[in-house]
């Protein structure tokens, strides 16, 4: 379906649930009035130092373990573009995302796949058995809504391959599953935060790696060097000192999807 279709149906009452945007009115209508106060911003620079900062703070970790990227996609080709030589084997969930296979799939990497229901034993047997070069987790799973909790998560960190654990979803999970403790001891993990879903942000694309000191400044190379604007970095900044106006959306949004299902 074209955007403007799309468009046009959302403003006479529908809803887009294959785009997996916040559709909270409640919290669309408080987005609104940051954006009111963050318009005149488009004609200066961003400050990323004090930006990196402020995230830093508010994720729990050093400066120097993440990098704003622009959107998910800026995010998945440095970590393609660095951890996964051409032709090298990368290992997915199936189904997962599935943005991510096609982006791994222009680097001739060798996908293998592994159902989504598989135990995390079974994963990381895998992983072992047959080389795997880069596994990608989205976790919570796009699109089965999977979890695997910090005890599993942990039994990645011995395997010879780098893990891209993509928690895009982790407001929605009700455990906080996070691999975040993981990244100090382990350089093979990194983790994929979005703005996109539960923060209502997808068409500003803001994503944020976080990861071990030693591996972020690897990638850091990779990435664009002002891919994040000035607008985004005030919303999401007016949002990490108001985050209650996003907890309150994703439990609005809870009792949305009980009441659908």
Same mark, same amino acid.
């Given at each position: 379906?074209?955007? /403007?279709?799309?468009?046009?149906?959302? =403003?006479?009452?529908?809803?887009?649930?294959?785009?997996?945007?916040?559709?909270?009115? #409640?919290?669309?209508?408080?987005?609104?009035?940051?954006?009111?106060?963050?318009?005149?911003?488009?004609? #200066?620079?961003?400050?990323?130092?004090?930006?990196?900062?402020?995230?830093?703070?508010?994720?729990?970790?050093?400066?120097?373990?993440?990098?704003?990227?622009?959107?998910?996609?800026?995010?998945? =080709?440095?970590?393609?573009?660095?951890?996964?030589? $051409?032709? &090298?084997?990368?290992?997915?969930?199936?189904?997962?995302?599935?943005?991510? #296979?096609?982006?791994?799939?222009?680097?001739?990497?060798?996908?293998?796949?592994?159902?989504?229901? /598989? $135990?995390?034993?079974?994963?990381? %047997?895998?992983? *072992?058995? *047959?080389?795997?070069?880069?596994?990608?987790?989205?976790?919570?799973?796009?699109? $089965?809504?999977?979890?695997?909790?910090?005890?599993?998560?942990? =039994?990645?960190?011995?395997?010879?391959?780098?893990?891209? #654990?993509?928690?895009?979803?982790?407001?929605?999970?009700?455990? &906080?599953?996070?691999?975040?403790?993981?990244?100090?001891?382990?350089?093979?993990?990194?983790?994929?935060?979005?703005?996109?879903?539960?923060?209502?942000?997808?068409?500003?694309?803001?994503?944020?790696?976080?990861? *071990?000191? %030693? $591996?972020?400044?690897?990638? /850091?190379?990779?990435?664009?060097?002002?891919?994040?604007?000035?607008?985004?970095?005030?919303?999401?900044?007016?949002?990490?000192?108001?985050?209650?106006?996003?907890?309150?959306?994703?439990?609005?949004?809870?009792?949305?999807?009980?009441?659908?299902?």
């Amino acid at each position: 379906m074209d955007l /403007s279709k799309r468009e046009q149906l959302f =403003k006479a009452g529908y809803y887009n649930l294959d785009r997996n945007e916040n559709l909270d009115r #409640v919290y669309l209508k408080q987005l609104d009035e940051i954006f009111k106060k963050c318009s005149s911003l488009v004609s #200066v620079y961003p400050d990323y130092p004090k930006f990196t900062l402020r995230l830093a703070s508010f994720f729990g970790v050093s400066p120097h373990q993440i990098i704003p990227t622009c959107g998910c996609t800026e995010a998945i =080709k440095i970590a393609g573009d660095f951890l996964i030589d $051409t032709g &090298g084997s990368v290992l997915v969930l199936d189904p997962t995302y599935q943005s991510a #296979v096609s982006y791994f799939e222009t680097l001739d990497a060798n996908i293998h796949t592994i159902p989504a229901d /598989s $135990t995390m034993d079974e994963i990381v %047997e895998y992983i *072992n058995k *047959n080389d795997i070069e880069f596994f990608y987790l989205c976790n919570p799973n796009n699109p $089965t809504g999977g979890v695997f909790e910090l005890d599993d998560l942990k =039994k990645l960190a011995n395997c010879n391959a780098y893990i891209f #654990v993509d928690e895009s979803y982790a407001e929605f999970c009700l455990y &906080g599953t996070t691999a975040k403790s993981l990244i100090h001891t382990n350089p093979n993990i990194i983790i994929g935060r979005s703005f996109s879903k539960a923060w209502g942000l997808a068409g500003l694309r803001v994503r944020l790696f976080i990861g *071990n000191e %030693e $591996t972020i400044a690897q990638l /850091s190379p990779f990435k664009l060097k002002a891919g994040v604007n000035s607008v985004a970095v005030r919303i999401i900044s007016e949002l990490m000192d108001n985050y209650k106006l996003i907890s309150e959306s994703v439990e609005r949004i809870q009792i949305g999807d009980d009441y659908i299902r």
